[in-house]
């Protein structure tokens, strides 16, 4: 597409710049697609550090002819940063606040801002920025502006547009501009400007004062009392300004910017309008509904009840829920199977008076007909509904098969008022084509995301595509609405613009493109001569996949290709950790999209697609892209799609090894048990060795672990051996609440015994049978270094001795929460279909030791009176594998145990330690750094009176070698007060 000269020139051009510049395979297959269903190979990547850069890129696009195309978090759903020109990233580097003014309620910030990331730091203040998208912990105020978002809450806040105060931003020609609110004066001056700002005004002030146009607005743009209309460039909003109606309203171009995707100028400030916070009393009302004509009736009564917010899900999204790991615990509030859910919040100064607004509520939905359960949902819990809510379009993309619901239709809006009868023909559109949908949504400002269901890699359904889309968008029509509510047209639905506003106004958005951007460098392709919406698909029609053989199982996804392909690109990934959450660690620490989820999953779906190799693993691009990929599993739990990268990577390293051979390093760590039973028969030696600066340094250089790290040192005996010797002394004369058996894993069995020896003790001392029964080591070792054959026999040894063993009654309790995990997670996918039965039956019995704790305590066997009631405050640090399969809400409770013991659980994510990740030499940065960003500034603020407590072994060591400070094991604790030892 693009000349010799064109891509000479463009190697040339990062000299030029402060900020980066990408051509490689890799970094273009990651910025080639967004949360839409379309891919096209940008040329190249440039993440600009300033306005310089910005102007730099503006020149070489006139002068060699590539666009350029705006790219924040990259999560836009019409495919808006999708194109084969240069993707400008300005989620790196320009991300500041510049300035707040808290007394006129103001702030200015660079298009790289992340929303929430704003609101928590306008909180204090008592101000937030109204609009509030799904994609709030990671999308960026540039993308907000570009598209016009709106959010849940829009009934009460309105857009992004009703709030954008004045835009900095750079012309076509190079030129700076600033857009605000003009008087009539200032507006008239800027018409006689000669340059290229003086034409934009010249322009607009001979169109908008044309009373035929006038006319043709009026009539062709949706109804003026739906807030969310967002097809086309806003020059409805221009029209109603005083200079061209009678009004008080001031003309301001950022109206227009806003929505304009980017096609108009390169925006470089943003000055935004903030809202005080809502009222400190908030409540929900979730009114489960049998079916959904029921919901959309009571959508317009429960209007008349004043909510801040009515959201809408359907049966589809909240069975989907139940298969995402974060998703399942926010159910709490859901009774039985409603077809679908109308989620109404209210706000007050008063619990009291949402009480009585809630009752009134209830009462005339039940006069009425409409739901069958109302509870109401107050404080923090709120949040947990609102974020099932928010995760609809992610779970989306766990259904199994290659038909999904698809991002087609997902934006349209029309009155409230409207809304019922237009889903009656909504529906039977549908039946006409004999499709399913998925609805949810903005319910209360009648916008609602339709989802039908289609194979886009079927030629059939394809054709379907762009049919729904022109049937829909004759009934948006019908009914006076918006085929873009907050989502844009980007290159999905810019075709149907004349359809819906007709040929004359869309006529005038090509002449407005064509007089800001003549050369046509800004985003071209969106909203304007846009090609077909149904070309460039991520998705190939009617092309033959790979069958790609795995050791891992794969079948619930029918495949490991299709498990990648499950990552719709909406970016949950990119949360910092000043916003929190575990997923992704890499990211948190490096701010690179390359290690993101996202990331890792588009480059695995690429390679594997398009590999003619007979290994179609073989590909260094996969395996750098997973290199950094700590393995914490936080995306098997917080990624809504489900993709577990940890798996992934696994199964790709033990390829990539089949292809390269295993190093030295990655074997080593594998079978470090074996290492460490060598070690065991001369215990003294070994710690010698690995402590001793000359050998413990070569020892590390040899072997390319990071000289700063400590080698873990081995006990003087092993834990087997210490509970053989210990069950030949024991009297069972206060054994009386059943057995339990003790899982030895490797980690406790050699290096942290003494913390093996205090839970087999304190599970005595607490009345319980320890047993420890034949089994192998858990295999950690070598699913972290990607030796899952390794890894498989183990698993299938360990269900085999173990199957008929353990029980609910007699259950199996690990330590180590790495090792009694693989139980309940990568067991179940190693060991075979034959297996597989029993491996479940089993994972259900294996427990956490806090887990059984919490159990004992639950069933009254254990109680405070056991233990101490002297003061102790605990800070704890949970270990990430126990976060993202089960929870640390145990390992709190059992610490708090003891009545007056306390404890407050660290808002960290991964340690950065992962196993041997941060031994290994070129990673111990990033380890260090995962750590740096709150854990470490966590434990070194923490007063040496309360105690640091941290279940996983390898955080122990991480937060010794990071702070100077010791963790305890949560079982030395509670060990520790017990009364009587």
Not at 79 to 88: C, K, L, R
Not at 182 to 203: A, N, P, R, V
Not at 929 to 943: A, I, Q, R, S, Y
Request: aromatic fraction near 8%; charge should be neutral; hydrophobic fraction near 35%.
């Amino acid at each position: 597409m693009y000349s010799d000269s064109q891509l000479q020139a463009i190697q040339k051009l990062k000299q030029q710049l402060e900020g980066e510049l990408f051509t490689d395979k890799a970094s273009l297959v990651l910025y080639a697609t967004d949360a839409s269903a379309y891919r096209e190979l940008p040329i190249a990547i440039v993440r600009p550090k300033n306005i310089q850069d910005i102007k730099v890129l503006i020149a070489f696009a006139q002068e060699y002819k590539v666009p350029l195309i705006p790219r924040a978090a990259g999560t836009s759903l019409a495919g808006q940063v999708v194109g084969t020109g240069i993707v400008v990233d300005i989620s790196r580097y320009m991300t500041n606040i510049l300035e707040i003014n808290k007394e006129e309620r103001w702030v200015r910030v660079q298009p790289g801002v992340i929303l929430d990331e704003l609101n928590k730091i306008l909180e204090p203040m008592g101000l937030f920025f109204g609009p509030e998208t799904s994609t709030s912990n990671r999308c960026m105020i540039g993308g907000m502006v570009g598209n016009n978002s709106c959010g849940s809450h829009s009934l009460v806040y309105g857009s992004t547009r009703d709030h954008v105060l004045a835009v900095q931003a750079i012309l076509s020609d190079g030129s700076e501009v600033e857009f605000s609110a003009l008087s009539k004066d200032q507006y008239i001056d800027k018409c006689k400007k000669e340059d290229l700002e003086g034409k934009i005004y010249q322009q607009i002030d001979n169109i908008l004062k044309d009373s035929e146009i006038q006319k043709e607005i009026r009539e062709q743009f949706p109804d003026p009392d739906l807030r969310r209309r967002n097809t086309g460039y806003a020059i409805d909003y221009l029209l109603e300004t005083n200079i061209f109606t009678e009004t008080e309203s001031p003309f301001n171009f950022c109206n227009l910017i806003t929505g304009s995707e980017g096609t108009l100028c390169f925006m470089t400030e943003i000055k935004l309008n903030l809202v005080p916070l809502p009222p400190k009393e908030n409540m929900l009302v979730a009114i489960h509904h049998k079916t959904l004509k029921e919901a959309f009736k009571a959508n317009l009564v429960a209007l008349k009840y004043h909510p801040v917010a009515v959201e809408l899900m359907d049966h589809i999204i909240i069975e989907q829920t139940l298969n995402n790991i974060t998703q399942r615990k926010n159910r709490f509030f859901i009774e039985g199977s409603p077809e679908a859910l109308l989620l109404v919040e209210f706000a007050s100064e008063s619990r009291q008076a949402l009480d009585d607004t809630a009752e009134l509520l209830e009462a005339e939905m039940r006069t009425e007909g409409y739901g069958y359960h109302f509870p109401r949902i107050y404080g923090k819990d709120i949040s947990k509904v609102w974020a099932l809510r928010k995760a609809g379009l992610g779970v989306l993309s766990n259904i199994p098969g290659d038909a999904k619901p698809v991002a087609v239709i997902e934006d349209t809006a029309v009155s409230s008022k409207y809304l019922p009868d237009y889903i009656d023909d909504f529906m039977m559109m549908l039946e006409k084509y004999h499709l399913n949908c998925v609805y949810y949504g903005h319910s209360a400002t009648g916008e609602l995301h339709l989802r039908p269901v289609l194979n886009l890699k079927a030629p059939a359904d394809l054709k379907l595509f762009r049919s729904v889309a022109f049937e829909t968008a004759k009934l948006v029509k019908k009914h006076k609405g918006s085929l873009s509510g907050e989502h844009g047209d980007g290159r999905l639905r810019g075709e149907f613009i004349p359809l819906m506003l007709g040929d004359k106004i869309y006529q005038l958005f090509r002449e407005i493109k064509q007089n800001w951007d003549p050369s046509g460098i800004f985003n071209p392709g969106k909203i304007t001569d846009t090609p077909p919406m149904d070309s460039s698909l991520r998705y190939e029609p009617g092309r033959k996949e790979p069958v790609i053989d795995t050791i891992f199982d794969f079948s619930s996804t029918q495949g490991i290709l299709k498990a990648a392909e499950q990552c719709n690109g909406s970016g949950d990934c990119r949360r910092t950790s000043f916003i929190g959450g575990l997923m992704c660690p890499s990211y948190q620490a490096s701010m690179e999209e390359s290690t993101t989820t996202r990331a890792r999953a588009n480059i695995l779906r690429e390679f594997l697609t398009h590999s003619t190799k007979k290994n179609p693993f073989d590909h260094k691009e996969i395996y750098d892209s997973m290199d950094l990929c700590l393995s914490c599993k936080g995306c098997k739990s917080e990624c809504p799609s489900n993709v577990d990268i940890t798996k992934y990577k696994a199964e790709f390293m033990q390829h990539w090894y089949d292809e390269h051979g295993v190093p030295m390093r990655s074997l080593l760590i594998a079978h470090i048990s074996k290492i460490n039973w060598l070690g065991s028969l001369v215990p003294a030696i070994f710690n010698f060795t690995i402590t001793n600066s000359f050998t413990s340094n070569l020892l590390k250089k040899i072997l390319g672990f990071a000289p700063q790290r400590s080698i873990p040192k081995l006990y003087r005996m092993t834990l087997k051996r210490w509970i053989r010797k210990e069950e030949r002394k024991t009297t069972n004369g206060a054994i009386n609440k059943g057995t339990v058996y003790l899982f030895v894993d490797e980690f406790t069995n050699y290096n942290d015994t003494e913390i093996g020896i205090r839970a087999y003790q304190l599970l005595t001392k607490l009345g319980y049978n320890v047993l420890v029964t034949d089994h192998g080591e858990s295999g950690r070792t070598y699913l972290s270094k990607g030796l899952i054959r390794n890894a498989k026999k183990i698993a299938i040894q360990n269900v085999m001795k173990l199957k008929d063993i353990i029980t609910p009654e007699s259950p199996f309790i690990g330590i180590e929460p790495s090792g009694i995990l693989c139980f309940r997670d990568e067991y179940i996918e190693l060991v075979g279909a034959d297996l597989k039965a029993d491996a479940v039956k089993l994972s259900k019995s294996c427990y956490l030791f806090d887990e059984f704790i919490v159990k004992e305590i639950e069933k009254g066997n254990i109680n405070q009176e056991q233990f101490t009631d002297k003061k102790q405050h605990i800070r704890l640090h949970g270990h990430c594998h126990q976060k993202a399969l089960a929870t640390t809400a145990s390992t709190a409770r059992m610490l708090t145990l003891p009545q007056n013991y306390t404890v407050d659980e660290l808002k960290t994510g991964c340690c950065g330690m992962a196993g041997a990740f941060g031994y290994e030499k070129e990673h111990y940065s990033l380890s260090m750094k995962v750590g740096g960003l709150k854990l470490f500034p966590e434990v070194k603020n923490t007063p040496d009176d309360v105690l640091i407590s941290a279940p996983g072994t390898s955080c122990r060591h991480q937060i010794k070698d990071g702070t100077g400070k010791r963790a305890y094991h949560p079982i030395e604790i509670l060990y520790d007060a017990l009364k009587t030892k």
